[in-house]
């Protein structure tokens, strides 16, 4: 097994084995059971079309999923710097670019996990209702992304700053802007100004093709725009991440 | 001879009227495959027809769906966001008597009663010619179930839970 790998099983097995690990995975669940309870527990929303639950819980797996990769990226080399564990890595016999491998695969992995785990709540949302499979389908292809993006991103000020603390803030309220199109309603958005934060903003994107495939039932086609976006999102905070990744802070 | 002058005047003007306004005529029926009884979730589709009925040839048409709530309490016009991807047609030309066929699906979101209508109108004439309305009531129907979700929102945390609880016992355990 190669060190990049290693790193990886380290920070997978983390989230499952790890207290701090099960806490974030509990947090998360414990984000999709509020929302879950919510829609049976108002009537309003107990009424809303399956279609249209399927995609906010969609839009809350994601925001959801964004954030604990959010935290797990800012952990990611603040924490062990914290930790006094930084040191000891950067002069193991591993290159820095193996190090950000292994824990971008750890984070791939921990999303994979939340991915699986959000999977049974979209299914007692949506069951019997449209567009449940197109749901999960596109999920995985937008979703994954937007989350694992915004995790690099969290990955990369961790890195520069070398505080757990200031990098998670940092990317915490760059996610909840970008996670704003979550509560403006499209019609809301649909100024100049909204039209074009919708048209470079990727959760914008992945929430837009939700939208038009969930509820709308639009084409594959349709969506490769947005697809682009979402995976130009992806690259560019992994190249972030390298970059700042080949120098860590560690004094 | 006075009156006689504002009499023909006025009935030339009316006659000029009548015959702009009726250059497109509508037509608008619930599609035969409609669900007698729709409720929230279905779809019904409203076909229409627009007719030319006109001398000159229209360019530019412009017609368009809206959807009007009329519960009794609720009344409002709708915005059709979610209840339908087509929502228009634009920029098609029709020559004198010819016709365009449009149907229009609409998926029912919300319960109550609701009226439907196609407007028109083109590049050059600024009036805006509307098809009779349909009524339809749409039935109330909850689609999240809660035997469904509570078992799934409730069981989730607690399995992570008891992994959480079962780490920390270990750790406790093998501290002392």
Do not use: C
């Not at chain 1, 690259?235 to 390298?242: P, S």
């Not at chain 2, 009779?132 to 929102?153: C, D, G, N, Y």
């Amino acid at each position: 097994m190669n060190a990049s790998s290693l790193i990886a099983t380290k920070e997978r097995s983390a989230l499952l084995q790890n207290q701090r690990g099960l806490a974030w995975l509990l947090a998360y669940a414990g984000i999709l059971s509020a929302f879950a309870l919510l829609l049976i527990s108002n009537r309003e929303l107990s009424l809303l079309d399956n279609a249209q639950v399927v995609y906010m819980m969609a839009g809350t797996v994601t925001a959801a999923g964004a954030l604990i990769a959010v935290i797990m990226g800012s952990d990611a080399y603040a924490g062990e710097r914290e930790r006094g564990t930084l040191v000891p890595l950067l002069t193991a016999p591993i290159s820095t670019g193996d190090l950000l491998m292994g824990k971008a695969i750890g984070l791939a992995s921990a999303w994979g996990i939340m991915y699986l785990l959000s999977l049974p709540y979209l299914w007692a949302v949506g069951a019997g209702g449209q567009n449940l499979g197109q749901a999960i389908f596109y999920l995985g292809l937008f979703g994954t992304p937007v989350v694992l993006g915004f995790g690099y991103l969290a990955m990369a000020l961790s890195a520069r700053s070398g505080s757990v603390m200031s990098s998670l803030l940092t990317s915490l309220i760059i996610l909840l802007f970008s996670a704003s199109p979550l509560l403006i309603g499209p019609g809301l958005r649909n100024s100049a100004i909204g039209k074009a934060l919708d048209a470079v903003n990727p959760f914008s994107g992945a929430l837009n093709t939700y939208d038009a495939v969930i509820i709308d039932s639009d084409p594959f086609l349709s969506q490769l725009g947005r697809l682009v976006l979402v995976l130009l999102w992806l690259g560019i905070m992994f190249g972030v991440a390298r970059l700042s990744a080949r120098r860590p802070a560690f004094r | 001879m006075k009156h006689l002058k504002y009499l023909l005047a006025g009935s030339l003007l009316l006659l000029s009227t009548l015959a702009s306004a009726a250059s497109l005529q509508l037509q608008l029926k619930s599609d035969p495959a409609n669900p007698g009884h729709p409720t929230m979730g279905d779809w019904m589709h409203f076909n229409s027809v627009i007719t030319n009925s006109g001398q000159q040839p229209i360019e530019g048409l412009v017609a368009w769906i809206s959807l009007v709530q009329v519960t009794p309490g609720k009344e409002q016009p709708m915005d059709l966001e979610d209840w339908s991807a087509h929502k228009a047609v634009t920029g098609t030309a029709l020559a004198p008597g010819a016709s365009l066929q449009t149907q229009w699906p609409m998926r029912l979101i919300q319960s109550g009663d609701y009226r439907v209508v196609i407007s028109t109108t083109d590049r050059n004439n600024k009036t805006v010619f509307t098809s009779p309305t349909l009524q339809f009531h749409v039935a109330q129907k909850p689609v999240v179930e809660s035997t469904r979700i509570l078992p799934v929102a409730l069981g989730i945390p607690l399995l992570i839970g008891g992994l959480l609880g079962t780490q920390r016992f270990r750790h406790r355990h093998r501290s002392a």
